[in-house]
């Protein structure tokens, strides 16, 4: 999963198109598999049946994580 420059973390996002497991989704959200779950059921995370199994989209996770952004924006500390 190396791109030419070493980065694995600009590799993983260049193919947005690509269909994750659960395990596979948790671990790039850096959350545990029944945590995921739980944010399914709830909503909060997009997903798709495939027969019993969740698969999830990478862009989807990928726009999850950058919509749900908290802090200081621009560099400025919020007072």
């Known amino acids: 999963m190396e791109n030419t420059r070493g980065n694995k973390r600009e590799e993983v996002f260049e193919n947005s198109d690509e269909i994750l497991t659960t395990k596979e989704a948790a671990t ?3 959350v545990s598999e029944k945590s995921l779950l739980n944010m399914c059921c709830n909503g909060m ?4 049946k495939l027969g019993r199994r969740n698969r999830f989209r990478l862009c989807d996770l990928r726009s999850l994580l950058l ?3 908290k802090g200081a924006t621009n560099g400025h500390k919020i007072r």
């Open 28 to 30: 790039l959200l850096k």
């Open 45 to 48: 995370v997009p997903y798709y």
């Open 67 to 69: 919509a749900n952004k």
